[in-house]
Structure formats: structure tokens, C-alpha cells
């Protein structure tokens, strides 16, 4: 089992960057690969980025692409979601999760954070 917990959302204006952080417990963290998702209002939670295990393939949405960068280190148990350029669009609650599966297998993330929310004024 995994506990995750992020951080480092905020207020930004818009063409700026944000960094967020998700922080995993336990020892097994390259076990698993991870992904960031988010959920605006009245909207699905949709995923944004994802990276695999050990090799570190990743995946970007195409509305991130260029913009976001989703990173990890194993070292520190932690994954990391580089945002640049950011839209007014891209205002919402920013989740971290987990699966022991493959990483673009969106379904199969069953362990999430808390949640963190950006908001991009305009």
C-alpha cells in the first residue's frame, strides 16, 4: 500500500508556472507508476500526465503537451508536475495516483492523494 500526499498548488496568473509535488510512503514507491489527474468544476477528473516505474516513459494529454513535464525520483519517493504556460483552462484540483499496473492503464489507479488546487487567473 501506498499513502500520497501532495503539495505545492497555489494562485498563479496565467502564462506562469507552478511546480507540484506528491510525496509516497512506504518503501516499494518504484514499484509503482504514477500519474497526475484533475478534476475541474462540474467537469470528470481527467488524467494529465503519467510515468512508468523504472524506465520512466511518460504520457501527456494532449491539451499539456510542451507545457507540462511529470517527473520522478525514486530516491525520494516522489513525483513531481512541471507546470509551465499555464492556462485559465487549467484551473483545478490536481490529484496524484498510483497503480502497480502499466501507466497508461488510467482505470487501474487505485491509490490517490488528497488533492491540491490551482487556480489560473486570467
Keep these: 500500500q501506498v499513502q500520497l500526499v501532495e503539495s ?42 503519467a510515468i512508468s516505474r523504472i524506465v520512466s516513459m511518460t504520457y501527456y494529454d494532449d491539451s499539456v503537451k510542451g507545457r507540462f513535464t511529470i517527473s520522478r525520483d525514486n530516491a525520494k519517493n516522489t513525483v513531481y508536475l512541471q507546470m509551465n504556460s499555464l492556462k485559465a483552462e487549467d484551473t483545478a484540483v490536481y490529484y496524484c495516483a498510483a497503480t502497480a499496473g502499466y ?6 489507479y487505485n491509490y490517490w492523494g488528497q488533492g491540491t488546487q490551482v487556480t489560473v487567473s486570467s
Excluded at 507552478?18 to 518504484?30: H, I, P, V, W
Design 8 to 49: 505545492g498548488g497555489g494562485l498563479v496568473q496565467a502564462g506562469g508556472s507552478l511546480r507540484l509535488s506528491c510525496a509516497a510512503s512506504g518503501r516499494t514507491f518504484s514499484s509503482y507508476a504514477m500519474g497526475w489527474f484533475r478534476q475541474a468544476p462540474g467537469k470528470e477528473r481527467e488524467s494529465v500526465a
Design 103 to 108: 501507466y497508461t492503464n488510467f482505470k487501474g
